[in-house]
């Protein structure tokens, strides 16, 4: 089966020592928003939104290797 590559950036991450998720919404114009969350112990949080999965997870990727 081959991967998603937000799967891929999302199991890096993990190895890495982050947990977290993501979940789809709606806003009030029916756009889908992605909103992504990862954490890492109690001291470091990250939460981004975009219009696509990829876009924020590859987001999220960029904050935390900064």
């Known amino acids: ?3 998603k590559y937000w799967q891929i950036i999302a199991d890096k991450l993990s190895k890495a ?4 998720g993501c979940v789809a919404t709606v806003d009030r114009e029916g756009r889908t928003i992605w ?3 990862t954490h890492r112990g109690h001291a470091k949080r990250f939460v981004v939104h975009a219009d696509e999965k990829l ?3 590859a987001e999220l990727e960029s904050a935390i290797t900064k």
């Open 35 to 37: 909103v992504v969350a």
């Open 55 to 57: 876009s924020a997870f």
């Open 1 to 3: 089966m081959r991967r």
């Open 17 to 20: 020592g982050w947990s977290g």
